[in-house]
């Protein structure tokens, strides 16, 4: 697929990189690991769905999981599961994403 747009690919690049991050945590955080983890791909998919159906209310639903997803991650780094390096470099992924995202939904209510 050559006509990806950018927000699925930076997405896809935050998904990646999760991997490398969860998998540092202790056994016993599974359930904060999975959030973090189910929750990106929900996003993915519901950026899938977005981008099908030209449906708002999807945008409105991915930036709810967004900021759930960086309360994960601020959570995660309270617990000193991952540094604060790793915390400004999501922090700043996420609002890459979210800045594309409400570029996309000004485009949506402009069309």
């Given at each position: ?29 599974y ?47 309270k ?33």
């Open positions: 697929m050559n006509n990806k747009f950018n927000l699925e690919i930076k997405m896809k690049e935050f998904i990646l990189d999760n991997d490398t991050i969860i998998i540092n945590f202790p056994k016993r955080e359930i904060l690991k999975d959030k973090i983890e189910t929750t990106s791909l929900e996003i993915l998919e519901l950026i899938f769905l977005a981008n099908n159906t030209n449906n708002n209310e999807y945008i409105d639903i991915i930036l709810s999981k967004i900021s759930m997803l960086d309360f994960y991650l601020e959570k995660s780094y617990r000193k599961y991952i540094n604060k390096k790793v915390l400004e470099r999501k922090v700043y992924e996420l609002t890459l994403i979210t800045k594309m995202i409400y570029g996309w939904k000004n485009y949506v209510r402009d069309r």
